[in-house]
């Protein structure tokens, strides 16, 4: 029996099921258009609107975080309501091979067996690393399932399936065509440990205490001998000195003029250097005089550059001192440090030391000291014009992103804050160096020739140098930039550059399978022309430049020169990546605190969803997320929202218990007549074979029974008829405000108020109002053999069983179609339990194989709704909370019905009576008394609409009464003489937070009203 649900929630049941049933159903794969008329305009030839979304590629050796959790939640939120409002929804998920991360694991492991990677040689290194990736690669993607991520499984991607590779190939064989791509020396950002370049971005700064080394440098006279003068220059880095050319002094620094064109001597290396004069070096800073390592550091190599000096490398991969070190040769960094401040002061020749504080960088990945070094690499000349000329790669990347002159952005970035954080980067932006020094990544396919020295850049693997004919060539070793790959996504997935007319592009044979790539798609242009532009990036603002800009810049690039779907040239802004980046916030812990492995707090998603089951992980996110907001994670509301949870599913047994009713009663499937109207035979016979019904309840059934239904049996909202009863009217009214308010929420990307909305709906409305009052309703009476009555007249009795069974019929199916709305509409946060009780609520006939395939509930005409109905019910539901709140004041027992007065205009009155019923139960009403005023002596509670008092006398055990208010006036007594002393306090009233005041202020002040009230019911006992 579908209806059969377990009496408690417990999401571990059900989420595995749906999550496994999910991905076996291909439920979200799309395939390739078939129309070649398909473009990525918003609106589809087949009348769709097209939603692609790529999945910021998370790491191949990776693992679940709770910045994943989030960045999923959102955009599986997106996704899935888009998704059911109809259009054609594509979310593209993958891996990044992630160079330096992948290949250190792997190398951690094959030491840990007693080789090393150099000793295995790259073939056989690579080959371990793609068994790696094969066994235990991607376990994030299982997680991601199991999240209820709704991502294309099919169309999955792997940065280096060989389907990918060709792409990035094409993209380094074009730009260095275009001249766009060099090989220069310049110095990077040196990782010892890693043994590879890293990019600026991939450095951390933390400041440290270090040293100030001051070094004197003998002046060297005419004949080369010492003056015995010095020079004194101060470093951070002793060791460098070994590599020093020169040292530079500011031009009109008055205390080194005598000095211009004199050579020094350096110590230790017993070599000659130059001193030249340089505007850069500040006279203010240290003694004006600076040492020039331009191997080194970026400034010297600057000032080299200028004055001609030679670099000399003292360093090497290891950050060991190299052959060039002279006696240091062999020693680690840190240690010819030492030796050399030892040996430089043994000499008289340092001048002095000092405490310093260094702001050191460290490589992100290992927090390894970086080295500054020079070396040679692959860089890409972002601000340089192609061969040929036009933009650069820069100047596209800003045009794209700044408004045009009509206004109008290509690429619009929510919050907005960022699209300025964005252009300040991409204006000041240097050449990208794309080279790292890795095995693991796509190698860069250039190759150097021993006997010319030449290089060759090729699509396919050349046998010969292209200058000289030699065959005495060797491929470059290094790898590309992992960001290279991922920048060229947007257009890689979707088949760029194999489109089978594409000039220069590998043929088919190129195209494996290896890693599950798409090869059948790859020939042909219609998923580009589909799917690119995607329509929105959801990232962490952390890979703005690495990734964003990257993409930006390599999309509008390469995307330029693929006609549109019809033939005509590509407009500028349709050669963007995306449309929208949404950079969402990040998770922090309760206290606000950024969660970090050194400070034990992180939160591991995969627990938590454990403990509470994802949709109330999903809810907790969504429920705090808004654009730029930071989330303070709290399990508290987490437990919260497990408890709406169970809520949803109490509702759920509440409404089904029902329909078993019905069911035995003999009305076939409730959820049938709201799909196909006249299939629910019972009603359809009570109302054309008992000719003696009243006129009226025929009319409620015909009303029931013409239920208009969707197309393709798909709802998206119930439709209020004539006969509806009041609480239909309203709670559907609601319902349609709802839908239109959480539709809109989520239109500007504000998770936390469409989460929030649709809570309020179904928590405060639909459970604790429409069930409460539907209760009433239903009422299917005994079993009646309706066969016989309908061949007979039927009596009084039967009628109104008859009459009743149709109130409760009406009434139930307003519950399944608000509840089967509802769970539409909480699909997308809790799409679990929503599904669950979806099919349940089908009966396991669903009109779609998933609720996330059925509609989002979405007003299309405003005439649908009827406000006058919440206006009313709010009059109830007004006078309802002051009748209770009156009981409640003057103590009347919870099951105890008393008589109210109330005072009310005409126009209220009429909705007050006519809706007796609803307020005598759900207020413990017996009689509505309506007065012009009402009765002295009796307290009231008075709104703007209306005044109502509680008439309630009660026998009250006098001595036990008098002891319990003596009790409560001590205790309040004691309370209030605390209160006044701590809010008195200026310590505390200073110190404590504002709001921990605030609340101490409510709270007295609460307890002194409570203490008035208990003085006035010892006075009104008598017992002054
Ligand atoms: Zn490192
Ligand atoms: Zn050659």
Redesign the pocket.
Known sequence: MPHDLPKAYDPTAIEDHWANYWVKQKLFAVPTPSSSTASAQDQRPDGQSAFTILLPPPNVTGNLHMGHMFEHTESDILVRWRRMRGDRVLWVPGTDHAG?ATQ?LVERQVVSEGTTREKMGREAFLSRVWQWKQHYGGAILEQMKRIGDTVDWQREYFTMSEHLSVAVREAFVRLYEQGLIYRGAYIVNW??????A?SDL?VVHQEQKGHLWEIRYPVLGDGGNPTGEFVTVATTRPETMLGDTAVAVHPEDERYLHLHGKKLRLPLMDREIPIVVDPWVSREFGTGAVKVTPAHDPNDFAIGERHHLPSINIMDDRGHINENGGVYAGLDRYVSRKKIVADLEAQGLLAGVKDHINNVG???????V?EPRLSTQWFVAVNKQPNGGGQSMAEKAIAAVKADADGKKAIRFTPENYEKIYLNWMEDIHDWCISRQLWWGHRIPAWHCATCHKITVARVDPTACAHCGSNEIAQETDVLDTWFSSGLLPVSVFGWPNFNSTQGAPGPEHLGTREGSRADTALSQADFDAFYPTSLLVTGFDILFFWVARMIMLGCWFSSDVPMADGSPRPPAETVPFKEVYIHALVRDANREKMSKTKGNVIDPIEIVKQYGTDAVRFTLASMASPGTDIAFNVARTEGYRAFANKIWNAARFIFMNVDKAHEVGISSPMETIRRPYSLEVISKISSSLKDIPEETAAQLESILNRPSESKGLFNLPFIGGETAFEDRWIIALLYRTAGEVNAALENYRFDEAANTVYQFFWGSFCDWYLEIAKLRMDFGPDLDIQEIATRKPTEEEIKILERRVIAMRSLSTLLLVFESSLRMLSPFMPFLTEELWHAVWEGNPSAKSIALAIFPNPRATSDEKPTAIAEMELLQSLITEIRALRKEIGVEEKAEVPIEVRIDQDSRKIAEENHDIIEKLARVIEIRFVDQISDGLSRHSTPAFDVAVIYERTIDVPAERERLTKEIEKREKQKANDERQLNDPVFVSKAPAHIVEGKKKLAEENVVLLEKARAAWKALGCE
Do not use: A, G, Y
Not at 191 to 196: A, D, K, R
């Open positions: 330096i250190m990782c010892p440990s890693c043994q590879t890293i991939e460290h490589c992100d990945r290992c927090k390894t970086v």
